[in-house]
């Protein structure tokens, strides 16, 4: 599976009525598009970490690092905007989109009063999507300086 | 809170400055915790355009120059955009008076 798959996911999901989409598809569609922002940051991690395709995918290393993603963590380091100052300009939105959607998914699936709009689902999906494209055309130290910081602690 | 319509001016600013691809009516900026109880600020931002048409890209780097935009300001809260219809905008208005 693909990141881009689970964007397409949410698409369906939009789409899935001719007249407004539940909340049930709405909010469906907010949890696939945070987790294509985060399968995209675990494999990217993975990738960078001990390879891509012929390289190392697939071996248990690469599924071990790309199982090692924290969500907690990975929204820590993406809100720093300290540390983020010196990333360039895609990576620091990648990680705005990250913890953007984050809190959207915790609204959507763990608040039963919250609600959303399709308007702001189609705008995420547009963002979400961007993002992904965006933080792949990232070089590769730049995604694997990411990837550190993203996955491993800092000791002071 | 006249420190809350300052930044809101701000971010406004920043908005309109970046997101050529369609007006930006309206904005607005409400005061709230994240899943974690940290404070942040979710920004509803008017577009009157046709959503198709918004610019992706400059959609995705919207949220860069808001963050900035704030920072520069000593607002350290984390900007949750929410970028919506004029229609959709109206009704998340009207439910949260």
Redesign the interface.
């Known amino acids: 599976m693909r990141a881009l798959d689970l964007c397409q996911v949410a698409t369906v999901l939009l789409d899935s009525s001719s007249r407004r989409p539940t909340q049930a598809c709405l909010k469906r569609a907010i949890s696939s598009l945070y987790y294509s922002v985060f399968h995209s940051l675990a494999r990217s991690c993975a990738n960078s970490f001990i390879g891509g395709m012929n390289a190392g995918s697939g071996t248990p290393a690469w599924q071990r690092t790309y199982r090692s993603l924290d969500h907690a963590t990975a929204k820590r380091a993406s809100q720093n905007s300290a540390v983020l100052a010196s990333y360039s300009i895609e990576i620091r939105a990648f990680c705005l989109t990250f913890v953007r959607m984050q809190e959207r998914r915790h609204e959507a699936d763990y608040d039963p009063n919250s609600r959303f709009r399709k308007s702001e689902v189609l705008a995420d999906l547009q963002q979400v999507k961007v993002a992904i494209v965006e933080f792949e055309q990232c070089t590769l130290a730049e995604r694997r300086a990411f990837a550190a910081y993203a996955l491993l602690k800092a000791r002071s | 809170m006249a420190l809350e319509y300052e930044h809101a001016n701000i971010v406004l600013k920043a908005v309109q400055t970046h997101l050529t691809s369609g007006t930006v009516a309206k904005i607005a900026a409400v005061p709230r915790v994240?899943?974690?109880g940290e404070p942040?600020v979710e920004i509803r931002v008017n577009v009157e355009s046709d959503?198709a048409k918004?610019d992706?890209?400059e959609?995705?780097?919207l949220?860069?120059y808001v963050?900035d935009a704030m920072?520069e300001v000593g607002d350290?809260r984390?900007?949750?955009?929410?970028?919506?219809?004029k229609?959709?905008w109206v009704?998340?208005q009207n439910?949260s008076a």
């Open positions: 994240d899943a974690d942040m959503f918004l992706a890209k959609l995705f780097m949220a860069v963050r920072i350290y984390f900007p949750m955009l929410r970028i919506l219809s229609k959709d009704e998340l439910e």
